[in-house]
């Protein structure tokens, strides 16, 4: 059973920043990327970034040149690193990871959420 565990959440003055972990257990091939989203009270899971097993990243516009998105395959950890925090940021975060098993019958695809973290940052 594929385990995803966040943490680092915490709260941070505006202009502060926090580095976020997602840990997963069960390393295999099948898996196509590891994103990181948010949730702010009211609002809809929008996605932050996202790193494909290749290393492509993805930024959601808001997180650019202040999110950065990195991972650590021998820990089966991905990082998400947040500086110039803005109260807007105010969310809980969560890991996803999505994995790809291709058979020669088919393709089946898997998400794996992990409980979420706490972001809050006080203007």
């Known amino acids: 059973q594929v385990q995803v565990v966040e943490s680092g959440g915490g709260l941070v003055q505006a202009g502060g920043s926090l580095r976020l972990s997602c840990a997963t257990s069960?390393?295999?091939?099948?898996?196509?990327?590891i994103g990181w989203y948010r949730q702010a009270p009211g609002k809809q899971r929008d996605l932050v970034a996202s790193?494909?097993?290749?290393?492509?990243?993805d930024y959601a516009g808001f997180a650019k040149g202040r999110f950065t998105i990195s991972r650590d395959i021998t820990q089966n950890t991905v990082y998400l690193q947040m500086d110039s925090l803005k109260p807007e940021d105010t969310a809980v975060y969560y890991c996803?990871?999505?994995?790809?098993?291709?058979?020669?019958?088919?393709?089946?695809?898997?998400?794996?959420w992990g409980q979420g973290t706490q972001v809050t940052v006080s203007s």
């Open positions: 996803k990871r999505h994995d790809r098993v291709i058979t020669i019958e088919r393709v089946q695809e898997f998400d794996y």
């Open positions: 069960v390393r295999t091939s099948s898996i196509d990327t």
């Open positions: 790193i494909s097993s290749g290393g492509r990243t």
